[in-house]
């Protein structure tokens, strides 16, 4: 079975500062790994995905994540906050070889201040 | 193009009451997924639906959960006597196939009063 720990259910940083959002897998196959952003009311957006290729991975609005097998981690990050960075973000995890549900962590919440 | 639409958006109802929420996924989507977010439980699967294969159903919490997936496109989440504890965000999900990425639609919150 497949799982992911997010350590932090909330965030706060400085706008501007660096953000980093820590997620570490457990899974008895390669793994793909996934985080998703979503914003008040509204569904789940993907970020960005490992999927057994490099194991930097940049996504959208300039996160990016790295894959540590050693770690079992794939923590996100990025290099300075934006206000609108502020959100829950969930990371998530499925296996190779058939099947696709996922499995999530139970969120982080991310605020920026000013 | 269009994404995952869910309809309706809000819905209450009461106790014991039958509810049906509808999935629309992004044409040409053979994967779609069902998935429940509470906040006592977080965001959970529910089902998945791969083509013309017989679906996952290993999700759903009870006998009172069903979905079917009607020309392989749309797709109904019927709960049955609906319960306090069925409270919730269900959201619905399509991709390509596995392991492509999950495309989520807005979502439904069902309150049961």
């Known amino acids: 079975a497949q799982s992911v720990t997010q350590l932090g259910s909330h965030v706060s940083v400085s706008e501007g500062a660096l953000v980093l959002l820590r997620c570490n897998y457990s899974?008895?196959?390669?793994?793909?790994l996934f985080w998703y952003v979503q914003y008040p009311n509204q569904g789940l957006q993907l970020l960005l995905k490992?999927?057994?290729?490099?194991?930097l991975v940049k996504g959208i609005n300039g996160f990016e994540a790295e894959f540590k097998k050693s770690e079992t981690s794939f923590h996100l990050t990025k290099p300075s906050a934006h206000m609108s960075d502020a959100a829950e973000y969930f990371c998530a995890v499925t296996k190779t070889g058939g099947g696709n549900k996922l499995t999530f962590g139970t969120g982080t919440q991310l605020k920026v201040e000013l | 193009g269009a994404g995952v639409s869910q309809s309706p958006s809000n819905k209450v109802t009461e106790k014991g009451k039958d509810v049906e929420l509808r999935c629309d996924p992004i044409?040409?989507?053979?994967?779609l997924y069902w998935y429940r977010q509470s906040l006592g439980q977080g965001l959970e699967f529910l089902i998945y639906?791969?083509?013309?294969?017989?679906?996952?159903k290993s999700g759903l919490p009870s006998d009172r959960f069903s979905a079917e997936r009607t020309g392989g496109s749309v797709s109904t989440l019927t709960i049955q006597r609906t319960q306090q504890e069925d409270s919730a965000v269900y959201l619905c999900?399509?991709?390509?196939?596995?392991?492509?990425?999950?495309?989520f639609g807005p979502g439904t919150r069902l309150l049961v009063l």
């Open positions: 899974s008895s196959v390669p793994p793909y």
């Open positions: 639906f791969q083509g013309n294969s017989a679906p996952d």
């Open positions: 044409s040409g989507h053979t994967a």
């Open positions: 999900a399509s991709s390509l196939a596995s392991p492509e990425t999950q495309y």
């Open positions: 490992y999927t057994s290729a490099a194991t």
